[in-house]
């Protein structure tokens, strides 16, 4: 059990007010990542993170911003949410499996975000 | 581009049977990793299989196998006989370069096991 815990699960909010989702960690992972989820599009990275920080963009990062000023949290916030960032949101972090001796993202269990 | 194709976007198979997902990748990275995940109607992502770019055999993992076909960019998940628990969304996803890369995921393939 890789110890991911993501808050809130779920939230409903108005388009233009901000909206931090909260990825926590116990296992001092130094790699974390937020993904979004949605319908016909897989997963997509939003922003990753490499170490207390150290962040940088990924895939679709506009309108989003990431802190990480603890290895066990990262923080994904929407300044002003729209309507386009209704979506599920996975934290994930990057550990090594002993049977394929890879690093295999390990998902949170989700963060269902509607903006109305 | 796409870098992870999925053509399939649903499947069905009957309960018992074999069934073969399809994924085709695109790199020009000799270095890469291959992933599947699934994704049942809970919405966990579940890790099921790895293949690397080096290894010289098909990965596999309980009833799960990778096909994997370099040649032809082609890292198919086979799931020998099916159970009703398999129905769910499987994912292909790679990764490029260094082993700490960000996983890029595929649209994903919706499988229904039929009793």
């Known amino acids: 059990d890789a110890g991911i815990t993501q808050s809130p699960r779920h939230k409903v909010t108005e388009t233009g007010t901000p909206v931090t989702l909260r990825c926590h960690q116990t296992?001092?992972?130094?790699?974390m990542y937020w993904y979004r989820q949605d319908p016909g599009h897989g997963l997509r990275l939003i922003h990753y993170?490499?170490?207390?920080?150290?962040?940088d963009k990924g895939e679709v990062s506009d309108g989003y911003s990431v802190s990480r000023s603890k290895t066990e949290d990262f923080l994904l916030t929407l300044e002003s949410a729209t309507s386009s960032q209704t979506s599920v949101y996975f934290c994930a972090i990057s550990d090594r499996t002993e049977d394929s001796g890879a690093n295999v993202l390990t998902f949170g269990a989700g963060s269902r975000l509607t903006v109305l | 581009a796409q870098k992870i194709t999925q053509t399939q976007p649903g499947m069905f198979v009957q309960e018992k049977e074999a069934v073969t997902l399809d994924c085709t990748y695109d790199t020009s990275d000799p270095s890469y990793g291959l992933f599947w995940y699934k994704q049942p109607s809970s919405g966990e992502m579940i890790f099921l299989i790895y293949?690397?770019?080096?290894?010289?055999q098909n990965a596999t993992e309980g009833r799960y196998s990778l096909n994997f076909q370099k040649a032809r960019k082609s890292a198919n998940l086979v799931i020998s006989a099916s159970q009703l628990g398999d129905s769910a969304m499987y994912f292909c996803a790679m990764r490029e370069g260094g082993s700490q890369g960000n996983l890029i995921f595929g649209k994903g393939t919706k499988l229904s096991v039929k009793p």
């Open positions: 993170s490499y170490g207390v920080k150290d962040t």
């Open positions: 293949q690397g770019s080096y290894d010289q």
């Open positions: 296992e001092n992972h130094r790699y």
